[in-house]
């Protein structure tokens, strides 16, 4: 009986530590996990039947940076592999918003994949923002797959005291 104790007491200890490590997993990513809509746009018939049997990868880890000083904020995403036409970026109220679409290219016109883990299709970041910004005076630009977007800070207003004068 003393075993099966200590059998049970080292299987929850075990499920403890694989919840507690999934949780951190999730945490730690639960920004850069990114959703990836398959577009068949552009494919001939013959293309869509060939990839319709094949799981694709729908999601995947768009790595970003978020850096804030008194002046701007900098936001970097890496998005290899895509045109930088096919990149929109807009500044909506607290939010800078992403969108992106990421094409496939087929290797060759015979054989087929084993294994494909990257990621196709249309996709969309929402970044939220802390502070007002100047949006029309934002600027963005791409290189060695590293998206780079700088947001200057709209002025605030120091505020001031007022003081209450009375009789």
């Known amino acids: 009986m003393e075993k099966l104790s ?7 200890e075990t499920w403890h530590s694989l919840s507690e490590g999934w949780r951190h997993l999730r945490e730690r ?8 809509t398959p577009s068949s746009k552009g494919k001939t018939p013959a293309e869509r039947a060939q990839t319709a049997d094949f799981p694709s990868a729908d999601w995947a880890l768009l790595a970003g940076d978020v850096f ?4 701007k904020f900098v936001v970097r995403l890496e998005v290899p592999g ?3 036409h096919n990149l929109d970026i807009e500044v ?3 939010l800078l918003i992403v969108r992106g679409e990421k094409h496939s290219e087929q290797e060759s016109s015979s054989g087929q994949y084993r294994v ?9 970041r929402s970044i939220p923002l802390t502070v007002p910004v100047l949006a029309d ?5 791409y290189r060695n797959g590293v998206l780079r977007i700088e947001l200057p800070k709209a002025e605030r207003s120091g505020g001031r005291r007022i003081e209450v004068r009375g009789e």
């Open 82 to 84: 895509l045109d930088k």
């Open 116 to 124: 494909r883990q990257c990621a196709f299709g249309s996709f969309h």
């Open 137 to 141: 005076k934002a600027s963005a630009s």
């Open 68 to 71: 804030e000083d008194n002046d």
């Open 29 to 36: 990513t639960s920004g850069t996990l990114t959703r990836f």
């Open 92 to 94: 909506r109220n607290d």
């Open 6 to 12: 200590e059998l049970k007491q080292g299987l929850e």
